[in-house]
Structure formats: C-alpha cells, structure tokens
C-alpha cells in the first residue's frame, strides 16, 4: 500500500495526527529531499529508513518501488513540503502503484495554494491553479492564454522571477489588474502582498522577494 502524506511547508506543526502516525506504522519513507524528510522525522521521534525519489531518479526507482509494495511493503510519500503531486514529484509512482492494483491513500494535509488563494482577499469560490509557468520558451503564450480566464488563477514562482513574471503580466493582463503576492507562508517571515499587478511590480522591484512564493491573481471581470 502507498500513504501519500502532505508534509508541513513551513511550521513543523502543521501536520496530522493521522500523518504522524501513518509516518510510525509504516516500512519506509518516500522523500524527495532525505534531509529535509529527516529534520521533519527526528521532530517527531520517528525512526524509518527513507528513499529518495525526486524528478532527477523518478524514471529509474518508480518500478523498484512499486514491486517491494507488490511484495507486500507499505510506504508513505512526502514531499520537501506540502501534498506530494501538487508541483512536486509523485505523479510517476502515484499512477504505477494504481496501474499494478497497488492500494493508493491520499491523506488531507497542508499545501501552499489554498492559505494564499484565502488570504489574498480575491474571490476563492472558485480558481484555476497553474502550478509553475514554463521558465523561459512557452512562459508568454502560457499567460496570453489565460488574460481571458474568469476565475481567480494561482501561480507558484520563484524569487528571482517574480519581477520579471510581474512585468510580462501587467503587458498581457493589464496594469490594474488585482492580485497577491504570498510569500513565507507559514515561516516566520510569512507575507502577503496585496495591490493592483503595477503596485506589485514597483513594490518588489524595491523590495527584492525570497523565499517560496504563491502569486494569485484576479480573473477576468469584463
């Protein structure tokens, strides 16, 4: 059977019950980065052997995993930080484990686009998520696309793109349009952001971001 468990993206109490315990009961952990998988474990007291699995080893582990669950293991699935799946590696071993009958739970936990789309006081009655835009070829035909979008969009970006990403976004959806930079979320240093895209290029542009960051926009009113 394969646990995937959405670990803390900030706090390190942000996590289950249910997640620890599952963490406990389990014969391996599944984790995209060792160390960071080990600080969250050592927290809390859990002892476990763990396996790396990221974007640069997925294609050649994914069957080995899944045949030691064939065999009878059960795993959990973590991520860095937040649900496994959501721009983050576990897609591959998700989809085999279902394609070979394995059991696949998927545990409710945090993740970085709800808190952000929440408290960016744009309307989240309904979204589109976005995930990451294409980081050079593509990333302008990807934004033309959605200028038309209704619902409010959430986009994950990096420091060191948001300016520019801000800056192609006020040229395709225009310079009034609302939005929220979301920045930390759940760290010590957690902000957001709130203005017209034009109010958040001049305030990033002076005050140069770090960190994880949630950008979330208002669609198309008109």
């Given at each position: 059977?394969?646990?995937?468990?959405?670990?803390p993206?900030?706090?390190?109490?942000?996590?289950?019950?249910?997640?620890?315990?599952?963490?406990k009961?389990?014969?391996?952990?599944?984790?995209?980065?060792?160390?960071t998988?080990?600080?969250?474990?050592?927290?809390?007291?859990?002892?476990?052997?763990?396996?790396?699995?990221?974007?640069f080893?997925?294609?050649?582990v994914?069957?080995?995993?899944?045949d030691?669950?064939?065999?009878?293991?059960?795993?959990a699935?973590?991520?860095?930080a937040?649900?496994?799946g959501?721009?983050?590696?576990?897609?591959?071993l998700?989809?085999?484990?279902?394609?070979?009958?394995?059991?696949v739970?998927?545990?409710?936990?945090?993740?970085?686009?709800?808190?952000?789309?929440?408290?960016?006081?744009?309307p989240?009655?309904?979204?589109?998520?976005?995930?990451?835009?294409?980081?050079k070829?593509?990333?302008?035909?990807?934004i033309?696309?959605?200028?038309?979008?209704?619902?409010?969009?959430?986009?994950?970006?990096?420091?060191?793109r948001?300016?520019?990403?801000?800056?192609?976004?006020?040229?395709l959806?225009?310079?009034?349009?609302?939005?929220?930079?979301?920045?930390?979320?759940?760290?010590?240093?957690?902000?957001t952001?709130?203005?017209?895209?034009?109010?958040?290029?001049?305030?990033?542009?002076?005050?140069?971001?770090k960190?994880?960051?949630?950008?979330?926009i208002?669609?198309?009113?008109?």
């Open positions: 059977m394969l646990y995937v468990v959405p670990t993206i900030g706090n390190l109490e942000d996590i289950t019950l249910r997640a620890i315990r599952i963490l009961e389990v014969d391996a952990v599944i984790s995209e980065d060792t160390r998988t080990g600080i969250l474990l050592r927290h809390y007291q859990i002892s476990k052997p763990i396996i790396a699995f990221h974007k080893n997925e294609h050649v994914v069957n080995k995993l899944a030691r669950m064939e065999a009878g293991e059960t795993m699935l973590t991520s860095d937040g649900t496994p959501i721009s983050d590696p576990g897609f591959l998700i989809r085999e484990c279902i394609n070979r009958g394995i059991e739970l998927t545990l409710p936990g945090p993740t970085a686009l709800i808190p952000a789309v929440v408290n960016s006081g744009l989240c009655d309904r979204f589109s998520f976005e995930g990451f835009l294409p980081q070829k593509g990333k302008n035909k990807r033309s696309m959605l200028a038309n979008e209704p619902r409010t969009m959430i986009f994950y970006e990096s420091p060191h948001l300016v520019k990403t801000l800056e192609m976004m006020i040229q959806l225009g310079s009034e349009r609302r939005a929220a930079v979301c920045r930390e979320i759940s760290k010590i240093y957690e902000e952001v709130r203005g017209t895209l034009t109010e958040l290029f001049e305030y990033f542009t002076t005050n140069p971001p960190g994880e960051i949630v950008l979330v208002d669609g198309n009113k008109e």
